[in-house]
């Protein structure tokens, strides 16, 4: 882990992936440490806002790799299996269409960061096998509520955006609502099932 200063009060924590991620930033959110934000990426965290900047070593050195977060809630997606690159992922899986359903349905993904639009969730938990590349040419237009892969990645577009992942299916689940106490439905910690419709 290292820490690198990112402006005068926040700083850019490298760790080695999305789950590590995950864990140091719910870690600090639970440390104490004074911070106006804590944002998990796939390999590093955002300290934004930090008070005592010349605390953050100290503080991060309490931290242990291996300790694990606690598991967040669940939500179970229903997903329509309709997407255009389905025949695609399933030929690259070994499978069909109704095999890359229940191979979904079968695997707890979890919301490892947000990013890319508002409710945007990088859902983490496809094994290496499963892995499939982007696009070559991104979609000019992807709609809202669909359902994509791309690498070990899967995440579903909360509105209707370009986009280079592969398509699988749709969901109808309102990603994004300011009107919610917590507007993004997938929120980091997040458990997802994506289970068909």
Same mark, same amino acid.
């Given at each position: 882990m290292q820490a690198l200063p990112f402006g005068e009060r926040s700083f850019l924590v490298?760790? $080695? &992936?999305a789950v590590a991620a995950l864990s140091l930033a719910r870690w600090v959110r639970a440390?104490?440490?004074?911070?106006? =934000? /804590?944002? $998990?990426?796939? +390999? #590093?965290?955002?300290l934004d806002g930090v008070a005592d900047p010349d605390g953050v070593a100290a503080v991060l050195g309490a931290w242990r790799p291996e300790e694990r977060a606690e598991p967040g809630p669940l939500v179970?997606?229903?997903v329509v299996y309709d997407g255009a &690159?389905? &025949? &695609?992922?399933?030929?690259?899986?070994? #499978? =069909?269409?109704?095999? /890359?359903?229940?191979r979904l349905a079968g695997t707890e993904l979890v919301a490892a960061f947000s990013g890319f639009a508002p409710g945007f969730s990088y859902l983490a938990g496809l094994p290496d096998r499963l892995a499939v590349p982007r696009l070559a040419t991104p979609r000019p237009r992807v709609p809202a509520g669909s359902v994509a892969v791309a690498d070990t990645w899967c995440g579903v577009y909360p509105t209707a955006s370009p986009g280079g992942w592969r398509l699988l299916g749709h969901t109808s689940a309102e990603l994004w609502d300011p009107s919610r106490d917590s507007p993004a439905l997938l929120a980091p910690g997040t458990?997802? +099932?994506?289970?068909p419709a």
């Open positions: 490298e760790v $080695p &992936d440390s104490g440490l004074a911070v106006v =934000d /804590v944002v $998990p990426a796939a +390999r #590093t965290v955002l179970e997606l229903a &690159d389905l &025949d &695609d992922v399933a030929q690259r899986w070994g #499978t =069909d269409a109704a095999g /890359v359903a229940e458990r997802v +099932r994506l289970v």
